[in-house]
């Protein structure tokens, strides 16, 4: 945290722009370096709200800045954070033709199932090693015309590990996250939140499975909800 000791910082600035001063070169020097440039955002970022880099999406973004929240993203995924108890990442993969032949093959649950299975869980695997998807999962056939509910189970896979500020060593904790996936326009939308209270109320925390999944349900429908979606220009004939 902190805290604004504004005359000792008076002091330090006027003591550093003094040094500047007698450093400086009179004449011709070379100027100093630029500081690091701010991580590079696809995304649009404007009035609050964050516009996905293919415009599929605009979502009121989640966090607050005055709460340590903050984004980042690729040209698929956007992850939000804040200090306190929020993970939210939202990932938009275009169906490639292969995809597209799978998915109106399978049908919604099976190609979303084989989508998630095959697709996601690698890379939760290659990144959490023990990671697994609960037996619990759910199909949602009126929800975005199809979308399937999974919850994972990420070994050492929590964002909010490094906050939690007990003295005594603990096994890392076992991070589950809801995970809410649909096609939309081409496109799987894959929205995924962490349980931030496994992991922050720890030894206080005594949810059952169903409670767990309820809350992460909600949470995931709510995002959904709160998104605005843009279909793509119609494609020209030649």
């Not at 939202?90 to 084989?114: N, Q, V």
């Not at 964002?159 to 809801?178: D, I, M, S």
């Amino acid at each position: 945290m902190k805290f604004p000791v504004f005359s000792i910082l008076l002091a330090v600035n006027l003591c550093l722009a003094h040094l500047a001063a007698q450093t400086a070169p009179q004449s011709g020097g070379t100027p100093p370096a630029s500081s690091t440039p701010p991580p590079q955002i696809y995304g649009k970022v404007e009035s609050g709200y964050y516009t996905s880099p293919t415009g599929l999406y605009k979502l009121k973004i989640p966090v607050l800045p005055e709460l340590g929240g903050g984004l980042s993203d690729t040209p698929n995924v956007v992850t939000f954070d804040d200090d306190f108890n929020t993970h939210i990442s939202i990932g938009a993969f275009a169906l490639s033709r292969e995809l597209k032949w799978e998915f109106e093959t399978r049908g919604a649950k099976d190609f979303l199932i084989y989508f998630f299975v095959n697709i996601v869980m690698p890379d939760f695997a290659t990144r959490f090693p023990g990671a697994t998807m609960e037996d619990n999962g759910a199909f949602l056939p009126k929800f975005q015309d199809g979308s399937m509910m999974i919850f994972t189970l990420l070994p050492g896979g929590s964002v909010f590990a490094q906050r939690v500020t007990l003295g005594t060593t603990r096994e890392p904790v076992v991070a589950k996250r809801g995970n809410l996936c649909f096609v939309k326009y081409n496109h799987v939308l894959v929205i995924s939140t962490e349980l931030a209270e496994r992991v922050l109320e720890r030894s206080t925390y005594h949810k059952t499975i169903e409670e767990e999944n309820a809350m992460l349900r909600a949470r995931l429908l709510d995002i959904v909800g709160k998104m605005q979606f843009t279909a793509p220009p119609p494609e020209t004939k030649n």
